[in-house]
């Protein structure tokens, strides 16, 4: 099945997405796991005056980053969606640089990042391995990588499997309320489906110039956090 990712992601479903399902669930789950990664990315980085947010859709990490921090980053969003950014545009009023461009190849300098944030992002790469290579040119030796995104499911436990029933279950209702969403919640279930477990992810990292240095697990593997350090040569 072919999916126009960058049509779903500037349509008006992914403004709804963001004003209405994301309104209801971040505060009930998502933004625990987004405040988690980035406390998990502040304590690995010596200094933050670059932070990069991949995929950064409405700028809903980089608004946690700023009560989470007193340093004064500069914040530099990209995506491929307009209406995405412009709504986070209108929210981040910090010094930040907002940015269209696709995940593959971003218009930043070599090492010149001090943390790089993804939530929700690798898994729609055309090419999520050009991405790893794009995140591992722009940062600093030693500088943070921080994911979060939903991951093929690599253990079927009772746990999982009822984690996974209530994820799609709410998700599935979006469609079945909006009938012309059910593309992007299909494409959801489908990116899901052909994306690396969270086993296989970390040894991508691994032999790509990142040291994996911590995995955490949600929902009983639903959603996992990674924070991976690119290695000094
Ligand atoms: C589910 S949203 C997550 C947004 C944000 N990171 C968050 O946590 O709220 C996924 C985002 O990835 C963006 N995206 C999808 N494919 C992309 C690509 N190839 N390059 C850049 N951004 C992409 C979409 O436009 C969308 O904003």
């Known amino acids: 099945m072919e999916y126009n990712v960058k049509d779903i992601f500037n349509s008006p479903f992914a403004v709804f997405y963001e004003k209405v399902i994301n309104k209801i669930s971040s505060p009930i789950q998502v933004d625990r796991w987004r405040k988690r990664l980035i406390k998990d990315v502040l304590k690995e980085v010596y ?3 670059v932070v990069v947010d991949y995929c950064s859709g409405a700028c809903n990490i980089g608004k946690l980053l ?43 300098k070599d090492s ?6 993804s939530s929700f992002c690798v898994r729609n790469s055309p090419e999520p391995l050009r991405t790893v290579k794009e995140v591992y040119r722009v940062l600093k030796p030693g500088g943070a990588w921080g ?11 009772f746990v999982t499997a009822f984690n996974n029933f209530v994820f799609r279950s709410f998700m599935k209702l979006n469609s079945i309320f909006i009938p012309s969403h059910r593309e992007a919640i299909d494409y959801l ?27 955490r697990t949600y929902m009983g593997g639903v959603a996992n956090t990674l924070v991976a350090i690119k290695r000094e040569v």
Do not use: H, M, W
Not at 112 to 117: E, I, R
């Open 112 to 117: 010149s990042v001090d943390a790089v944030f």
């Open 147 to 157: 994911i979060l995104d939903f991951f093929k499911i690599q253990k079927r436990t």
């Open 66 to 108: 700023l009560s989470l921090t007193d340093s004064q980053p500069l914040i530099v969003n990209c995506d491929i969606s307009k209406p995405l950014l412009n709504l986070g545009r209108r929210e981040l009023r910090q010094k930040s640089a907002f940015v269209c461009a696709d995940n593959r190849f971003f218009p930043i």
């Open 189 to 215: 279930f489908y990116s899901i489906e052909n994306f690396f477990t969270v086993d296989e992810f970390s040894k991508v990292l691994e032999e790509n110039g990142f040291d994996v240095k911590l995995v």
């Open 47 to 49: 200094s933050l005056d």
